[in-house]
């Protein structure tokens, strides 16, 4: 049986050790590789500002919204970046708080995936109004002389709060926890730049015992705060739909449908980025098959909880005696968008449970090719939630197809692009690992290891 230690780091590495490999990537060319990924990336987010540019000079009337469906990928979009964002947050804080040490060496990358995925739906939701500059000065809450103020009834301006809080309080979070390394980057600094940048950064860390009591209390506060938000920040995202009247949105079970849909989307997420990282820049020994293996259990597990949700749903459109309940559902599996919903369930349900057998779990191809799955039945959820349950309202006379153009795909592509340009850009200027974190829970060196 392995031991703590093993699973955590292999291949018998010392403290000098760790932080060599882990500042490789930073004081080295990038590889043909991260070159490869990052045009890749480019190209991506070229595509989205082409998107956007053609948005704002002409209007949202770009994209293929129509009377009832008046909410389409844009909004799809930006449930699915937030959901993303979920991972990152419960590796960091709800497994640092249960003191779960298999959460070391992967908790930085999935700390950077939450900044970034909330960036891309903060973005997709400005674009959402179409010109934000003037949907700034209507939607914001200040004093005016028009003596107007926003609804605070309204979930939309719920997820104004719940989303700019959750991006605050993981971002400071994150940037606690670099502190350690970000010193360690700056004392072996050699090009006078670099070492001033990482010496502002790091806030005049010396490692001394007091640096460490204030950075570890700091990181505990934030810790607490951050657990909350898991639950509160994608429940109050449900709230958009599960406040309405709308047949196939107006359900009490959204809120924990929403936050299992989100972590099984953010670890998949996570296991993508991870096989990546780890192949690109030689950090087997740090993100390991056993890492892997128990983000992909959660998958499986939370999987099995998205599709139950998906049962109790019809359970409770049937059980409602309602005619317009159960005619959306039955749309939703036989209607126009049938296709859509057969994905999600085959992505969603089906695919994760080759994760019964140990040695999927193990297989890097696999595990790869699933995550892909899993994020792309995610995505198809938010559009079946959000586009069948809009294209056919109450009288048949008002029923339309809804149609994504390339712009709004255009768009889609271009979060892509924003979130792994910064992604890679993160990976090739900051440490990827956390050392302090992994050498906190390797047993002392041998005699003679070198000691940093």
Not at 58 to 63: A, F, H, L, Q, S
Not at 90 to 106: D, E, N
Not at 107 to 135: D, Q
Not at 229 to 252: C, E, I
Request: overall charge positive.
């Amino acid at each position: 049986m392995a031991t703590t230690a093993e699973v955590l780091v292999t291949g018998g590495k010392t403290y000098n050790d760790i932080n060599e490999d882990v500042a490789r990537p930073l004081e080295s060319f990038p590889t043909k590789k991260w070159w490869i990924c990052f045009s890749v990336a480019l190209v991506f987010l070229c595509v989205g500002l082409a998107s956007w540019t053609k948005e704002f000079t002409t209007g949202i009337g770009v994209w293929g919204l129509n009377h009832p469906g008046g909410w389409g990928t844009d909004i799809t979009n930006f449930v699915f970046w937030v959901g993303i964002g979920h991972a990152g947050t419960l590796i960091s804080a709800i497994l640092f708080l249960f003191r779960q040490k298999w959460r070391t060496g992967i908790n930085r990358s999935a700390e950077a995936m939450t900044i970034f995925a909330v960036i891309c739906a903060l973005l997709v939701v400005l674009t959402h109004t179409g010109r934000p500059w003037y949907a700034a000065f209507w939607l914001l809450p200040y004093p005016n002389q028009r003596q107007l103020w926003v609804n605070f009834r309204s979930p939309l301006l719920w997820d104004v709060f719940a989303v700019s809080t959750y991006f605050t309080i993981s971002l400071i979070f994150w940037f606690v926890g670099l502190v350690p390394d970000l010193a360690s980057i700056r004392d072996r600094a050699t090009n006078k730049i670099r070492k001033t940048i990482y010496t502002i950064l790091s806030l005049g860390w010396r490692g001394s015992n007091k640096n460490w009591l204030h950075y570890e209390t700091a990181y505990m506060l934030f810790a607490g705060l951050s657990t909350p938000l898991v639950l509160s920040v994608h429940s109050v995202v449900s709230f958009d739909f599960a406040v309405s009247q709308l047949p196939g949105w107006h359900t009490t079970i959204f809120p924990p449908y929403f936050v299992a849909g989100a972590i099984f989307s953010g670890f998949a997420m996570v296991v993508t980025l991870l096989v990546i990282m780890r192949e690109m820049f030689g950090f087997k020994n740090y993100i390991t098959l056993d890492h892997l293996e128990k983000m992909n259990k959660v998958i499986l597990g939370t999987g099995m909880i998205v599709g139950y949700a998906y049962a109790c749903e019809f359970f409770i459109a049937w059980y409602s005696g309602s005619p317009f309940e159960r005619g959306a559902f039955l749309n939703r599996m036989f209607g126009p968008y049938w296709w859509s919903y057969w994905i999600m369930v085959s992505c969603n349900v089906l695919s994760p449970q080759i994760f019964w057998f140990r040695s999927m779990r193990r297989n890097i191809g696999v595990m790869f090719v699933i995550s892909l799955y899993v994020n792309i039945g995610m995505y198809f959820e938010r559009f079946v939630i959000i586009v069948t349950s809009l294209h056919r309202d109450f009288l048949p006379s008002s029923w339309d197809m809804y149609v994504p153009t390339f712009w709004e795909w255009g768009i889609f592509v271009g979060t892509l692009g924003v979130f792994f340009t910064l992604f890679l850009l993160f990976v090739r200027f900051l440490p990827a690992i956390a050392m302090g974190e992994v050498k906190s829970v390797m047993p002392s060196p041998k005699e003679g290891g070198h000691h940093s």
